[in-house]
């Protein structure tokens, strides 16, 4: 993990922890749904999951709210929303790495994600390791 990257992805969920604690559910997850506010810079975003693997908010990509991606599979075939939603369930916090898609750069490369869940939501932001 590259510790730069990881390091900020905390901060971010820790950030819409926060948010999301004195706001409320809906207006966090309008928030954090919303690709040009506080909680979409550059390549980090946040996105939310249910215990279920359902999108619940997405920085980058409202189509994706409401959908189902527990099955969704890493460049490498890992299921890696399953992995999110395992390890907030069973940790309450943690780290998933995987491959994916830098809509930049054109190529397949490490991800990390750090997850964090709170009350019934699970509260995510991924960075991409250099």
């Keep these: ?8 992805a905390r901060g971010w969920v820790d950030d819409a922890k926060t948010f999301y ?27 939310v999951l249910n215990f279920n693997g359902i999108m619940l908010a997405h920085g980058v990509n409202e189509r994706f709210v409401g959908e189902d991606f527990i099955d969704t599979k890493d460049f490498e075939g890992r299921h ?13 916090s943690g780290w998933v790495e ?19 869940k709170v009350d019934n939501l699970i509260i995510c932001c991924g960075a991409y390791n250099s």
């Design 1 to 8: 993990m590259d510790p730069l990257t990881s390091e900020a």
């Design 21 to 47: 604690l004195i706001s409320g559910k809906r207006i966090a997850l309008a928030e954090f749904t919303n690709p040009c506010g506080m909680f979409s810079e550059g390549e980090l975003y946040i996105f």
């Design 80 to 92: 890696f929303i399953k992995e999110i939603v395992d390890t907030a369930l069973e940790k309450g």
């Design 98 to 116: 995987y491959k994916w898609y830098h809509p930049k750069t054109k190529q397949i490369l490490p991800k990390v994600v750090y997850c964090e």
